[in-house]
């Protein structure tokens, strides 16, 4: 929708240029995907570099002297740390922490003054497990939906401005997808399930453009006493891509595709745009039906 919203945006026309830009904002996600798992290791390895610093002062204390090395030796951020795919992709691409310690540092400092983190310290068993589950409660409870590390990446890259919190999500299920007898061959989560769903998104993208004038000239007919004028853009685009999903995917129910772009409105429009919405594409959906041009429920 976003893409969609900027073609008509620039007023270009030009399909095969935001067909790319749609492709490079999947893989940008994808991105950020790969970024996440890398913290878990730079974090790891910014808490390493940190006693060894404080047991070689001048004068060490007792504890800084001996300090607990547990969260060092976390089997699951070292099981990433050698994952064959992350490297790949990481040295392919070009993804690195490298240029951001400082927000590494203040996520390390998150972690350490957490309840989460002492808890790990004082937890009796010691085993892959409880490691695995440590990263998952840090991503769920302090990293998911936090505003510092929500702005941080917003800034480093403008295709992570809506795509945080699922990202996130991916990260969390992979952590507990983790097996510790997959060593370094452990599967992430690929880019795109199956051929079939990347044939979905290239063609939802095209049909929504392709027929983009006949979609919007139904719509304006069913606007009511609304003028196109004085309604929200985005509103626009998710009838659009609403409409296109309806009409060229007849394996998908229509309450499915109505439901989905309707809690969308809510989200990327008005508080308004999904009541509104929901009677428009109800009253396309009729007349669709009524001309026969659309055989499903």
Sequence with gaps: MQI????????????????????????????????????????????????????????????ERNPDVRMRNNRLANQIFKNESLLKYAKEHGISWADDMDFVKKILDMITVSGIYAEYLKNEEDSYEVDKE????????????????????????????????????????????????????????PMFNSNDDYDYVIKLFRQTLLHGEEYRERIDRHMKNWESERVANMDLVIMQVALAEIMNFPTIPI???????????????????????????????????????????
């Design 4 to 63: 969609v919203y900027a073609y008509y945006q620039k007023g270009s026309k030009d399909l095969k240029v935001a067909e790319n830009e749609l492709l490079l904002s999947l893989r940008r996600s994808y991105d950020l995907y790969h970024y996440f798992l890398l913290l878990i290791v730079d974090t790891t390895h910014m808490y390493e570099r940190m006693i060894e610093l404080k047991r070689n002062k001048y004068r060490p204390t007792d504890e």
């Design 134 to 189: 440590f990263w998952r409660l840090i991503f769920k409870r302090i990293i998911s939906n936090n505003e510092f590390v929500e702005d941080y990446l917003e800034e480093k890259s403008i295709y992570w401005n809506e795509d945080v919190d699922i990202i996130e999500s991916f990260v969390i299920k992979t952590i507990k997808r983790f097996n510790e007898d997959a060593g370094s061959k452990q599967e992430l989560m």
């Design 255 to 297: 309450s499915v595709t109505l439901n989905e772009y309707i809690d969308a409105a809510k989200y990327y429009s008005t508080p308004k745009s999904g009541t509104f919405i929901n009677g428009v594409l109800d009253s396309i959906v009729e007349e669709l039906k009524a001309e026969k041009c659309l055989m499903k429920n």
